[in-house]
């Protein structure tokens, strides 16, 4: 019958006041008697012991290496025995010898002397624990009642004292170590968001870049303490202490990484209260957790996974167990603030920090996804992170189709005042630009998370999801542009319906004028919507430009250029004076009334405003000139001429000018 090895205690508690055992360890009896070598029990041919070992009294002491090599011989014929339930050979002295100075070790390390002092002693440790490892291993093959058990308790007990002082001297050199590592590392706090309707171009999604692993060094080991981290390592895992070393390490190192992560600004926070925070607030938060797993990706995680395969070079599967249950662990907390994140209540504004979660995410995969991460703990942590990236590009998708819902329920009934770029379209194209600036994020995410099929436009029509760009140069067709033509095509809908608002036909023109050209030069000045509606979209919308701007100028100029008419003139065959008189009185009259009226409208394209002014003053300055310079004469010699010419064709082209200025002094005079 096989004896099982001595139960370990997990808190590797010593005996008496934990610095050494007693030279008789255990109860009395038999398994606590000394161990003697017995010569008379050999036989013939069999293992003969070094004869200095038979009077250890009177010989001169083995040393190490000769105690090791004797213990070594004593090892090897026992091994040979092919009946391990036949009593063994008598221990020979040699075996308590090495007990012996394996102790006085440990008392040594304990009292003055430390683990890593002297590698030369450490060395000549780790090798005797060795071979005590292997001497309970052979001896624990033997019945309990044979002549070996007292020497395998004894050797048990004392292979477990070393590994307390083993297992403490690698605790103390990981925590003394990590202490004030980095301390001085504080990547600085990210400058919180404004919501999407007060922020600006020039600070859009500013995050401060996390130190590099250039900059710092972490975890901060220095060479010798990885070297003795790696010795001490080694001799616990081989001498079957595998659990309690990695218990520590990973104890220790979870707590150094729970540390840094603080240190960095990421405290943890429940779904509870990320519910009942505010966005405003929350919006720096997120900023930090995002800083802090670009951080744990480019410094932490590889430097914890280095010094995983430094400690447990000779274990790797061990290194990638121990370094994936750490990330594991932090993963997690990323994860769970990402899904209170996800929780939170839906709103345009959170888009842009919800995709640069899932960037965050999805740039952390490709971490844990070499050949190097091929266990079920490195597959549970990768489903983690690609579970917690799902739920947000599922936010993403909600939070940016409802922008269709926005527009539809924007139907207010009141004009925007002088044809001005209405608020919704300023809104919907500034979203719509700095959605684009996450353009193949959004790609990823409506390919993955909207249905591929019955794609349709506003229109109905059901389009066919393609890839790359057609050859006529309209825009590829994807989950994600077919969402957003369609919400084009819903705020030229509803554009359109605005405009039916204005009672006046010219301030219509101007109101679409305004707003088209806003919409265009807002898809001209980004690439990405500029590649995603394609040139064909962008042609058209500058034709409709065009047809709004002869409709304008149609409504308004035509029929004061119609008092320029020389028909009518002609009385009898003569020029009537009265008609002419008439008909420059009606000029000025008309065209008092369209500045007053029009010097209150609003074009805020600068390029539109002077495109307009200078067809305008092509139209009407040519013929007031060529009307006043053919009839003034006729009305020269009469009294008070000014009467009726009130303007010269200098100074109708002065006027023209000033029209769509927004003048505040005729805003009360503003007709629709």
């Known amino acids: 019958m096989e004896k099982p090895p001595p139960e370990k205690s997990g808190s590797f508690s010593r005996n008496g006041n934990g610095n050494q055992m007693d030279d008789n360890p255990g109860p009395a009896g038999p398994e606590s008697e000394a161990v003697h070598v017995r010569l008379d029990c050999q ?25 090791l090599e004797d213990v070594d011989r004593f090892l090897e014929s026992l091994s040979t025995r092919n009946d391990a339930s036949i009593n063994p050979l008598d221990v020979p002295n040699s075996v308590q010898s090495l007990l012996e100075m394996i102790q006085k070790m440990i008392t040594k390390y304990d009292s003055n002397a430390k683990f890593g002092q002297k590698q030369e002693e450490d060395s000549s440790f780790i090798e005797s624990l060795n071979c005590i490892s292997k001497l309970i291993n052979v001896l624990g093959e033997f019945p309990s009642n044979s002549t070996t058990a007292s020497c395998f308790n004894r050797a048990s007990t004392i292979l477990h004292l070393a590994m307390s002082l083993l297992d403490s001297e690698f605790r103390l050199i990981l925590e003394t170590c990590n202490q004030g590592s980095n301390a001085d590392l504080k990547s600085p706090k990210p400058l919180k968001q404004s919501s999407f309707s007060s922020r600006q171009e020039s600070t859009y999604c500013v995050i401060p870049e996390a130190k590099t692993s250039e900059d710092v060094e972490f975890p901060a ?21 595998e659990s309690e070393c990695c218990m520590v390490y990973n104890m220790v190192r979870r707590n150094a990484f729970s540390s840094e992560l603080d240190k960095l600004g990421f405290e943890k926070i429940s779904i509870d209260d990320v519910q ?29 996974r280095k010094l995983c395969s430094s400690i447990f070079s000779e274990h790797p599967s061990i290194s990638q167990r121990l370094f994936c249950h750490i990330a594991l662990a932090v993963a997690v907390r990323f994860v769970h603030f990402s899904d209170a994140i996800a929780l939170t209540k839906r709103s345009a504004e959170k888009l842009f920090k919800i995709l640069d979660m899932y960037e965050a995410l999805r740039d ?30 599922e936010v993403a998708v909600s939070i940016f189709c409802d922008l269709e819902n926005s527009i539809r329920r924007d139907n207010g009934r009141t004009p925007v005042p002088s044809g001005a770029v209405h608020p919704l379209t300023r809104y919907t194209m500034n979203y719509l630009k700095y959605a684009c600036e996450y353009k193949d994020t959004l790609e990823q995410v409506f390919q993955k998370h909207q249905k591929m099929e019955g794609f349709a436009n506003s229109n109905g029509t059901v389009l066919d999801i393609k890839d790359g760009a057609n050859d006529d140069g309209t825009p590829k067709t994807s989950p994600f542009s077919v969402q957003l033509n369609s919400i084009m095509d819903l705020l030229d809908e509803n554009l359109d319906m605005k405009s039916k608002l204005y009672r006046d036909p010219a301030l219509k023109c101007i109101f679409l004028m305004n707003n088209g050209r806003y919409i265009l030069q807002k898809i001209k000045g980004s690439d990405e919507i500029h590649d995603m509606m394609g040139d064909t979209w962008c042609r058209k919308r500058s034709s409709d430009l065009r047809q709004y701007h002869k409709a304008y100028t149609r409504e308004t100029w035509t029929r004061l250029l119609q008092c320029l ?50 067809s305008v003053s092509a139209v009407v300055t040519p013929a007031y000139r060529s009307f006043v310079g053919r009839f003034q004469q006729y009305l020269a010699s009469g009294r008070q001429p000014d009467k009726y010419i009130k303007y010269q064709p200098e100074d109708i082209e002065n006027l023209i000018d000033e029209l769509f200025d927004g003048n505040p002094t005729s805003m009360a005079r503003r007709r629709t």
């Not at 080991?221 to 202490?241: F, H, L, W």
């Not at 919006?283 to 914890?304: C, R």
């Not at 609003?602 to 405003?609: C, I, K, W, Y």
Request: net charge negative; aromatic share 10%; with cysteine.
């Open 43 to 67: 036989q013939p041919g069999e293992y003969e012991p070094n004869s200095n070992l038979e009077e250890p009294s009177s010989d001169p002491e083995l040393s190490l290496p000769q105690v």
């Open 221 to 241: 080991y220095t060479p010798e303490a990885i070297s003795k981290m790696n010795r001490i390592a080694t001799a616990m895992i081989s001498s079957g202490y």
């Open 276 to 304: 009942r925070m505010q966005w405003q607030s929350l919006e720096g938060v997120v900023a930090t957790w995002i800083t802090v797993i670009k951080h744990s990706s480019s410094v932490l995680f590889s430097g914890e």
């Open 364 to 393: 952390l995969i490709p971490f844990f996804d070499d050949d190097t991460c091929s266990s079920e703990c490195y597959e549970e942590l990768k489903s983690e992170i690609w579970a917690a990236k799902g739920r947000l590009g």
């Open 565 to 614: 008419n020389h028909d009518g003139l002609l009385v009898n065959g003569k020029l009537s004076k009265t008609i002419l008189k008439e008909r420059f009185k009606m000029f000025s009259t008309m065209f008092d009334e369209i500045h007053r009226t029009q010097s209150t409208w609003v074009v805020s394209d600068d390029q539109l405003q002077s495109e307009l002014r200078i």
